[in-house]
């Protein structure tokens, strides 16, 4: 089986993702947690506007599928390069805030319980 050129570039990427991934992720979790706990109301608007923000772009990215008149279409293969970097962008910011949500939410929980 014959390897692709970049394959080995693929491998060293992950490589070094699972090496400096956990250290990164711990490193966010401390500078979260704190400015959470400072300010959640501005947290918890930042989640809004990333969510919006990344809904935008999928529905702009979407708006050109359905001009075609695809109405139920899933992924981005059928969408120009430009179009398909919204989708994924947007995809992107809207799992993020997700993600920002659910800290934020854990955050507050264990601050109401340890109080």
Known sequence: MEKKPGHFEN???MNV???????LFIMG??????TILQFPSAFALGSIVLCV????????????MFKQGDWLTFGSSKMTPRNRLLYRTGYMLMTLA????????GVVNLKLFAS
Do not use: D, Q, R
Request: no cysteine; proline share 6%; hydrophobic share 65%.
């Open 53 to 64: 923000t990344g809904f935008v772009l999928f529905s702009i990215a979407k708006y050109s």
């Open 29 to 34: 979790i401390a500078i979260i947690v704190p």
């Open 17 to 23: 993702l699972l090496n400096v991934g956990p250290v």
């Open 11 to 13: 491998e060293a990427y």
């Open 98 to 105: 997700a993600i920002s949500v659910l800290i934020l939410l």
